[in-house]
């Protein structure tokens, strides 16, 4: 396995990365996280993504990427969950924008042994900046058609307090993506109904968790064997109490990768339009709650569907 699996079987020690942070590095896991560099912060804890104002270790919870919230001096322990840490560039800066050229010498090659020796599904670089460090390009978020021999590459958001125009929802919506696309497990069929009312209100569900808070229009999964409709029956009236209405056609469907249900990675939804008469909706559960909306309202939303965008384009269907 080379110099890299004698590398992971050492890196605790104090001198086993040439850096300030030690790598954290193990054979087969999941993901490998690759930061750009060492910040004063992260060099004094000597551990990854140290200062309190780093999103990384959140949103590796909320996306469900670890079982549990870490602390960055549990750095190690993240093992034992199939993710590692690495940097793009070793050395420590005050802030990215401090590192040269220089700083990313042997950067492809040492990724390319990591993938290579230590063979992870995914190397997920947390920046922009630390895939143009490492390969001298340019890139977007998400999954890149560059690969490294059989490991994928993903670049997120960086979770640095710099980078603080690009908001939470943002942040969170790609490390979940990531989650769900990790996971290896299959993607789950479901139906949303777009219920209409005759003044063109829309139906929402709020939904609360301990990292976000969003609304969507009624439905869930398909259980084996259901149709469609059957589906969205037993949805409708399990979450609000809704037995009589006139189904219209399929709207739109769309897919997301993410960790919600146990045993999937993702739902892939279909959304019908659900004509009703105005009705009081029943009080929903704790954390949840239903509202009607105009379009207006749907367009101000700050907590809105990932749908939103196909939701409003929709709506001359209604």
């Given at each position: 396995?080379?110099?890299?699996?004698?590398?992971?079987?050492?890196?605790?020690?104090?001198?086993?990365?040439?850096?300030?942070?030690?790598?954290?590095?193990?054979?087969?896991?999941?993901?490998?996280?690759?930061?750009?560099?060492?910040?004063?912060?992260?060099?004094?804890?000597?551990?990854?993504?140290?200062?309190?104002?780093?999103?990384?270790?959140?949103?590796?919870?909320?996306?469900?990427?670890?079982?549990?919230?870490?602390?960055?001096?549990?750095?190690?322990?993240?093992?034992?969950?199939?993710?590692?840490?690495?940097?793009?560039?070793?050395?420590?800066?005050?802030?990215?924008?401090?590192?040269?050229?220089?700083?990313?010498?042997?950067?492809?090659?040492?990724?390319?042994?990591?993938?290579?020796?230590?063979?992870?599904?995914?190397?997920?670089?947390?920046?922009?900046?630390?895939?143009?460090?490492?390969?001298?390009?340019?890139?977007?978020?998400?999954v890149?058609?560059?690969?490294?021999?059989?490991?994928?590459?993903?670049?997120?958001?960086?979770?640095?307090?710099?980078n603080a125009a690009?908001?939470?929802?943002?942040?969170?919506?790609?490390?979940?993506?990531?989650?769900?696309?990790?996971?290896?497990?299959?993607?789950?069929?479901?139906?949303?109904?777009?219920?209409?009312?005759p003044?063109?209100?829309?139906?929402?569900?709020?939904?609360?968790?301990?990292?976000e808070?969003?609304?969507?229009?009624?439905?869930?999964?398909?259980?084996p064997?259901?149709?469609?409709?059957?589906?969205?029956?037993?949805?409708?009236?399990?979450?609000?109490?809704?037995?009589?209405?006139?189904?219209?056609?399929?709207?739109?469907?769309r897919?997301h990768?993410?960790?919600?249900?146990?045993?999937?990675?993702?739902?892939?939804?279909?959304?019908?339009?659900?004509?009703?008469?105005?009705?009081?909706?029943?009080?929903?559960?704790?954390?949840?709650?239903?509202?009607?909306?105009?379009i207006?309202?749907?367009?101000?939303?700050?907590?809105?569907?990932?749908?939103?965008?196909?939701?409003?384009?929709?709506?001359?269907?209604?």
């Open positions: 396995m080379g110099e890299w699996v004698a590398h992971a079987r050492d890196m605790a020690k104090p001198d086993a990365t040439p850096s300030d942070v030690p790598d954290v590095l193990g054979l087969g896991l999941r993901i490998v996280f690759v930061g750009i560099n060492p910040g004063r912060v992260s060099a004094a804890a000597r551990a990854h993504f140290a200062n309190p104002r780093n999103d990384f270790w959140r949103l590796l919870h909320a996306s469900r990427m670890t079982s549990r919230l870490y602390e960055p001096s549990e750095q190690f322990t993240l093992l034992e969950e199939g993710i590692g840490v690495t940097n793009a560039a070793y050395r420590t800066t005050p802030g990215s924008g401090d590192l040269r050229r220089a700083d990313f010498a042997g950067s492809t090659e040492r990724l390319e042994r990591i993938a290579r020796d230590l063979r992870p599904a995914w190397l997920a670089f947390v920046g922009k900046e630390a895939y143009r460090g490492a390969f001298r390009t340019r890139c977007e978020l998400g890149q058609e560059r690969t490294l021999g059989d490991t994928k590459l993903f670049v997120l958001p960086s979770t640095s307090p710099a690009v908001p939470w929802r943002e942040r969170l919506y790609w490390f979940r993506r990531l989650s769900g696309l990790a996971s290896g497990l299959p993607i789950r069929e479901g139906v949303r109904g777009v219920v209409v009312a003044d063109m209100r829309t139906l929402m569900i709020r939904y609360v968790e301990e990292y808070t969003w609304w969507i229009p009624p439905g869930g999964g398909v259980d064997g259901e149709s469609d409709i059957e589906a969205l029956r037993r949805e409708l009236r399990e979450e609000v109490g809704l037995t009589e209405f006139e189904l219209g056609p399929l709207l739109f469907e897919g990768h993410f960790r919600i249900e146990d045993g999937y990675g993702g739902q892939h939804n279909r959304y019908y339009l659900v004509r009703v008469p105005a009705f009081e909706v029943e009080q929903l559960g704790e954390g949840s709650e239903a509202r009607w909306f105009t207006d309202e749907l367009r101000v939303l700050p907590d809105p569907p990932l749908d939103i965008e196909q939701l409003l384009s929709s709506a001359s269907d209604w």
